[in-house]
């Protein structure tokens, strides 16, 4: 856990609490705990870390500043909420951007990134058994991170987490799918396969078809919560008048 502070002001030992809690945060809506339009709570956020206000504050604007959370005045920061198109146009830019990694990094990743990534693919297996969604989740950003890195393209590196942390306001919707963790972990090994065997073009089109079938699988989820908004209950007129035929 995280301590204290010994002075409000910001230190460096403060500062350096910064991006630590904006992960905490990222953790937070990716895994569903805050979901869009909520309000932070930065007094029980700093309680619970062990800290003061004033880094919660900085994180929470730093976060503003990639577009996680937005701010009203005197009212503090709330999760953003994104459209359906934002969220599409994100899932084809990434398909692009990480259809270029795979590509870069298949010429040059070392045996040390491979190992890597393996264990990660490993220890998301344990969790669809487990089944842990949250741990699940927070290994696959990990593994798109990490071959992200290998591409050893800096302008891509830098690019990458302005696009990861929008996608947290939505990407797990599509892991709660039954059978969807499997499917993106298989989908991970052959990524890995195509990666060991320098096959740059394969590991490209493998990581966009990965993307891609997420993408799917998020608007999977939005046909299945108009389907339930629209099936009719038991009390609904519609319903009663289909048992009188």
């Known amino acids: 856990m995280l301590r204290p502070a010994a002075n409000p002001a910001r230190t460096p030992r403060t500062a350096s609490f910064v991006p630590l809690i904006q992960r905490e945060i990222e953790r937070m809506i990716g895994t569903g705990e805050l979901t869009g339009g909520t309000r932070i709570n ?64 298949a010429a040059i990743i070392t045996t040390v990134q491979l190992r890597g990534l393996g264990e990660l693919i490993a220890q998301m297996d344990a969790a669809i058994e487990a089944p842990d969604i949250a741990t699940f989740y927070t290994l696959n950003n ?3 991170r990490q071959v992200v890195v290998a591409s050893d393209n800096d302008k891509l590196i830098e690019l990458y987490p302005l696009l990861e942390a929008e996608l947290h306001l ?21 990524i890995l396969d195509a990666l060991r065997q320098s096959d740059g073009t394969g590991a490209a089109r493998l990581l966009e078809r990965h993307i891609l079938a997420g993408k799917a699988r998020f608007l999977r989820t939005l046909e299945d919560d108009s389907a339930t908004e629209a099936r009719p209950g038991p009390l609904d007129p519609r319903h009663s008048r289909s048992k009188d035929r």
């Not at 937005?70 to 692009?96: H, M, Q």
């Open 42 to 105: 930065e007094s029980t956020l700093a309680l619970r870390l062990g800290i003061s206000r004033g880094p919660v504050r900085e994180a929470c604007r730093a976060l503003e500043q990639i577009g996680l959370l937005r701010s009203e005045l005197n009212r503090g920061f709330f999760v953003r909420e994104v459209s359906t198109k934002e969220a599409l146009d994100l899932y084809d830019i990434r398909a692009g951007l990480f259809g270029t990694a795979g590509r870069l990094a």
């Open 142 to 144: 990990e593994f798109h």
């Open 170 to 190: 939505f990407r797990r919707r599509g892991l709660v799918l039954p059978g969807s963790m499997r499917t993106s972990n298989d989908e991970h090994k052959a």
